[in-house]
Protein backbone atom coordinates (compact mmCIF):
# COMPACT_ATOMS: atom_id res chain seq x y z
CA UNK A 1 0.00 0.00 0.00
CA UNK A 2 0.82 3.65 0.23
CA UNK A 3 4.03 4.87 2.40
CA UNK A 4 3.78 2.65 5.40
CA UNK A 5 -0.56 2.58 5.31
CA UNK A 6 -1.69 -0.73 5.13
CA UNK A 7 -5.10 -2.26 4.69
CA UNK A 8 -5.63 -5.59 5.87
CA UNK A 9 -9.20 -7.41 4.79
CA UNK A 10 -10.94 -9.38 7.60
CA UNK A 11 -13.48 -10.89 5.59
CA UNK A 12 -13.76 -10.88 1.80
CA UNK A 13 -16.80 -9.33 0.19
CA UNK A 14 -17.76 -8.36 -3.49
CA UNK A 15 -17.64 -4.69 -3.30
CA UNK A 16 -18.13 -4.20 -6.74
CA UNK A 17 -20.05 -0.98 -7.60
CA UNK A 18 -19.41 0.13 -3.55
CA UNK A 19 -20.28 3.10 -2.17
CA UNK A 20 -17.24 4.66 -0.09
CA UNK A 21 -17.66 6.87 2.91
CA UNK A 22 -14.26 8.42 4.59
CA UNK A 23 -15.17 8.38 7.83
CA UNK A 24 -11.63 10.84 9.02
CA UNK A 25 -12.67 13.29 11.77
CA UNK A 26 -13.54 16.52 9.84
CA UNK A 27 -14.75 20.35 11.80
CA UNK A 28 -17.40 19.19 14.27
CA UNK A 29 -16.88 15.78 13.96
CA UNK A 30 -18.90 15.70 10.87
CA UNK A 31 -17.57 12.65 8.72
CA UNK A 32 -16.66 10.81 12.33
CA UNK A 33 -20.95 11.56 13.05
CA UNK A 34 -22.28 10.05 9.19
CA UNK A 35 -19.34 7.51 9.61
CA UNK A 36 -20.75 5.94 12.57
CA UNK A 37 -24.75 6.56 12.05
CA UNK A 38 -24.28 4.61 8.89
CA UNK A 39 -22.38 1.82 10.66
CA UNK A 40 -25.07 1.49 13.53
CA UNK A 41 -28.08 2.36 10.91
CA UNK A 42 -27.25 -0.46 8.58
CA UNK A 43 -25.75 -2.96 11.25
CA UNK A 44 -22.31 -2.75 8.68
CA UNK A 45 -19.96 -5.51 9.78
CA UNK A 46 -16.12 -4.78 9.84
CA UNK A 47 -14.69 -6.56 6.71
CA UNK A 48 -10.71 -4.90 7.53
CA UNK A 49 -8.82 -2.46 8.91
CA UNK A 50 -6.58 0.14 7.93
CA UNK A 51 -2.67 -0.02 9.91
CA UNK A 52 0.49 2.19 9.59
CA UNK A 53 3.67 2.29 12.41
CA UNK A 54 2.63 6.31 12.20
CA UNK A 55 -1.12 5.27 14.56
CA UNK A 56 -1.60 5.77 17.88
CA UNK A 57 -0.50 2.67 19.77
CA UNK A 58 -3.59 2.11 21.00
CA UNK A 59 -6.84 -0.82 20.88
CA UNK A 60 -10.57 0.50 20.84
CA UNK A 61 -12.54 -1.95 23.54
CA UNK A 62 -15.97 -2.36 23.05
CA UNK A 63 -18.36 -5.22 24.33
CA UNK A 64 -15.25 -6.78 25.11
CA UNK A 65 -13.66 -6.99 22.20
CA UNK A 66 -10.51 -5.04 20.70
CA UNK A 67 -10.78 -3.21 17.52
CA UNK A 68 -7.75 -0.93 15.52
CA UNK A 69 -8.43 2.87 15.29
CA UNK A 70 -8.94 3.01 11.99
CA UNK A 71 -11.30 0.06 10.27
CA UNK A 72 -13.50 -0.59 7.64
CA UNK A 73 -17.31 -1.59 7.55
CA UNK A 74 -19.45 -2.78 4.95
CA UNK A 75 -23.29 -4.49 3.96
CA UNK A 76 -23.42 -7.86 5.26
CA UNK A 77 -25.55 -9.06 2.32
CA UNK A 78 -24.47 -8.77 -1.81
CA UNK A 79 -26.04 -5.93 -3.13
CA UNK A 80 -26.01 -3.94 -6.33
CA UNK A 81 -24.38 -0.54 -4.80
CA UNK A 82 -22.61 -2.32 -1.18
CA UNK A 83 -21.91 0.54 1.21
CA UNK A 84 -18.48 0.66 2.21
CA UNK A 85 -17.43 2.67 5.61
CA UNK A 86 -13.71 4.27 6.45
CA UNK A 87 -13.61 5.57 10.32
CA UNK A 88 -10.95 6.47 12.81
CA UNK A 89 -10.88 6.76 16.02
CA UNK A 90 -8.30 10.00 15.97
CA UNK A 91 -7.24 12.81 13.68
CA UNK A 92 -4.32 11.69 11.66
CA UNK A 93 -1.13 13.79 11.73
CA UNK A 94 -0.23 16.16 8.68
CA UNK A 95 2.23 13.71 7.69
CA UNK A 96 0.68 10.54 7.11
CA UNK A 97 -2.90 12.18 5.42
CA UNK A 98 -1.76 11.91 1.95
CA UNK A 99 -1.11 7.95 2.42
CA UNK A 100 -4.39 7.32 4.04
CA UNK A 101 -5.88 8.91 1.81
CA UNK A 102 -4.09 7.16 -1.36
CA UNK A 103 -4.28 4.27 0.27
CA UNK A 104 -7.71 4.40 0.41
CA UNK A 105 -8.40 5.29 -3.02
CA UNK A 106 -5.88 2.41 -4.16
CA UNK A 107 -7.86 -0.02 -2.01
CA UNK A 108 -11.08 1.39 -3.56
CA UNK A 109 -9.79 1.13 -7.28
CA UNK A 110 -9.03 -2.45 -6.41
CA UNK A 111 -12.25 -3.80 -4.98
CA UNK A 112 -14.07 -1.72 -8.09
CA UNK A 113 -15.71 0.39 -6.21
CA UNK A 114 -17.93 3.13 -8.01
CA UNK A 115 -17.57 6.57 -5.82
CA UNK A 116 -16.44 7.98 -2.36
CA UNK A 117 -18.06 9.89 -0.60
CA UNK A 118 -16.20 12.30 1.84
CA UNK A 119 -18.17 14.57 4.13
CA UNK A 120 -16.41 17.80 5.92
CA UNK A 121 -17.46 20.49 8.23
CA UNK A 122 -17.14 24.21 7.23
CA UNK A 123 -15.97 26.09 9.99
CA UNK A 124 -18.74 28.87 10.93
CA UNK A 125 -18.41 32.00 12.71
CA UNK A 126 -18.87 30.77 16.34
CA UNK A 127 -21.02 34.06 17.57
CA UNK A 128 -23.19 33.62 14.73
CA UNK A 129 -24.08 30.04 15.92
CA UNK A 130 -23.93 30.86 19.19
CA UNK A 131 -26.58 33.53 18.48
CA UNK A 132 -28.79 31.23 16.90
CA UNK A 133 -28.87 28.60 19.58
CA UNK A 134 -30.40 31.49 21.97
CA UNK A 135 -33.33 31.94 19.35
CA UNK A 136 -36.69 30.01 19.34
CA UNK A 137 -36.93 29.12 16.28
CA UNK A 138 -33.67 26.74 16.40
CA UNK A 139 -35.82 23.85 15.07
CA UNK A 140 -36.24 25.66 11.34
CA UNK A 141 -32.48 26.78 11.34
CA UNK A 142 -31.32 25.52 7.81
CA UNK A 143 -27.59 24.12 6.74
CA UNK A 144 -26.21 24.84 3.02
CA UNK A 145 -24.75 21.62 1.51
CA UNK A 146 -21.59 22.54 -0.85
CA UNK A 147 -20.59 20.21 -3.11
CA UNK A 148 -17.23 19.46 -5.35
CA UNK A 149 -16.53 16.75 -7.76
CA UNK A 150 -13.24 14.94 -8.80
CA UNK A 151 -14.49 14.57 -12.18
CA UNK A 152 -17.08 15.94 -14.95
CA UNK A 153 -19.39 13.52 -14.28
CA UNK A 154 -19.63 13.85 -10.12
CA UNK A 155 -19.83 18.07 -10.90
CA UNK A 156 -22.46 17.41 -13.60
CA UNK A 157 -24.48 15.31 -10.60
CA UNK A 158 -23.95 18.38 -8.18
CA UNK A 159 -25.20 20.52 -10.46
CA UNK A 160 -28.54 18.96 -11.12
CA UNK A 161 -29.47 18.70 -7.38
CA UNK A 162 -30.76 22.21 -6.29
CA UNK A 163 -30.12 20.93 -2.42
CA UNK A 164 -26.19 21.31 -3.60
CA UNK A 165 -24.27 24.33 -3.98
CA UNK A 166 -21.38 24.08 -6.01
CA UNK A 167 -18.27 25.10 -4.25
CA UNK A 168 -16.53 27.22 -6.16
CA UNK A 169 -13.40 28.57 -4.53
CA UNK A 170 -11.78 27.89 -1.09
CA UNK A 171 -9.73 25.39 0.20
CA UNK A 172 -10.52 21.79 1.89
CA UNK A 173 -7.82 20.36 3.87
CA UNK A 174 -6.85 16.88 5.40
CA UNK A 175 -7.82 13.29 4.07
CA UNK A 176 -11.31 14.94 2.15
CA UNK A 177 -8.68 17.31 0.28
CA UNK A 178 -6.08 14.61 -0.44
CA UNK A 179 -9.15 12.70 -2.10
CA UNK A 180 -10.42 15.20 -4.36
CA UNK A 181 -6.91 15.83 -5.75
CA UNK A 182 -6.05 11.74 -6.15
CA UNK A 183 -9.50 11.32 -7.38
CA UNK A 184 -8.87 14.00 -10.56
CA UNK A 185 -5.74 12.65 -11.05
CA UNK A 186 -6.35 8.97 -11.54
CA UNK A 187 -10.18 10.28 -13.18
CA UNK A 188 -11.96 8.22 -10.04
CA UNK A 189 -15.14 9.37 -8.98
CA UNK A 190 -14.97 11.38 -5.57
CA UNK A 191 -17.64 13.65 -4.23
CA UNK A 192 -16.77 15.89 -1.35
CA UNK A 193 -19.98 17.19 0.84
CA UNK A 194 -19.34 20.29 2.96
CA UNK A 195 -21.50 21.78 5.33
CA UNK A 196 -21.01 24.41 8.07
CA UNK A 197 -20.66 23.01 11.36
CA UNK A 198 -19.29 24.02 14.89
CA UNK A 199 -15.54 23.75 15.60
CA UNK A 200 -16.25 23.08 19.15
CA UNK A 201 -18.63 20.15 19.62
CA UNK A 202 -19.96 17.21 17.74
CA UNK A 203 -22.02 18.93 15.65
CA UNK A 204 -25.11 16.34 14.83
CA UNK A 205 -27.01 18.86 12.76
CA UNK A 206 -24.96 19.17 10.47
CA UNK A 207 -24.32 15.70 10.23
CA UNK A 208 -27.78 14.75 9.81
CA UNK A 209 -27.97 17.81 6.65
CA UNK A 210 -25.03 15.82 4.98
CA UNK A 211 -26.78 12.29 5.77
CA UNK A 212 -30.24 13.40 3.90
CA UNK A 213 -28.27 14.72 1.07
CA UNK A 214 -26.03 11.59 0.71
CA UNK A 215 -29.43 9.27 0.95
CA UNK A 216 -31.36 11.83 -1.85
CA UNK A 217 -28.72 11.92 -4.75
CA UNK A 218 -26.76 8.66 -4.25
CA UNK A 219 -27.70 6.14 -1.55
CA UNK A 220 -30.93 5.82 -2.14
CA UNK A 221 -32.10 4.31 1.12
CA UNK A 222 -34.68 5.87 2.84
CA UNK A 223 -32.27 7.47 5.52
CA UNK A 224 -34.29 8.84 8.87
CA UNK A 225 -31.97 11.32 10.21
CA UNK A 226 -34.55 12.75 12.74
CA UNK A 227 -32.82 10.88 15.61
CA UNK A 228 -29.08 13.11 14.70
CA UNK A 229 -31.47 16.10 14.53
CA UNK A 230 -32.51 15.21 18.26
CA UNK A 231 -29.32 14.97 19.70
CA UNK A 232 -28.32 18.07 17.80
CA UNK A 233 -31.46 19.73 19.86
CA UNK A 234 -29.57 18.19 23.09
CA UNK A 235 -26.45 19.30 22.91
CA UNK A 236 -27.65 22.91 21.81
CA UNK A 237 -29.63 23.01 24.86
CA UNK A 238 -26.89 21.97 26.90
CA UNK A 239 -24.64 24.71 25.69
CA UNK A 240 -27.45 27.42 25.93
CA UNK A 241 -27.69 26.28 29.75
CA UNK A 242 -24.05 26.24 30.44
CA UNK A 243 -23.80 29.84 28.63
CA UNK A 244 -26.87 30.72 31.65
CA UNK A 245 -25.39 29.26 34.11
CA UNK A 246 -21.28 30.41 33.37
CA UNK A 247 -22.72 33.96 32.77
CA UNK A 248 -20.22 34.42 29.48
CA UNK A 249 -22.99 34.91 27.24
CA UNK A 250 -21.45 34.59 23.92
CA UNK A 251 -17.91 33.90 24.88
CA UNK A 252 -17.58 30.61 23.74
CA UNK A 253 -16.78 27.21 25.25
CA UNK A 254 -13.93 26.43 27.21
CA UNK A 255 -14.55 22.42 26.74
CA UNK A 256 -15.83 20.60 23.69
CA UNK A 257 -18.95 18.89 24.77
CA UNK A 258 -18.89 14.42 23.58
CA UNK A 259 -22.93 13.82 23.04
CA UNK A 260 -23.56 10.24 24.46
CA UNK A 261 -24.32 8.87 20.69
CA UNK A 262 -20.71 9.68 19.82
CA UNK A 263 -19.26 8.09 22.27
Excluded at 175 to 191: I, Q, S, T, Y
Amino acid sequence: MSDGVEIYEIKKKELKGGIVVDGFPSVGLVSSIVANYLINLFDLEQIGVVDSIYFPTVSLIKESEPLNPVRIYATREEEESPLVVFISEFQPSPNIIKPIASAMLDWAIEQRCSLVISPEGLVVDTSEVEGKLEEDDIKEQRLAVYGVGSTKEVRDLIKQHDEISEFTEGIISGVAGVLLNEGKMRDFPVLGLLTEAHPDYPDARSAAKVIEIMDKIILNRNIDAEPLYREAEKVEAQIKALHQQSGKGKKGLKKPLTPSMYG
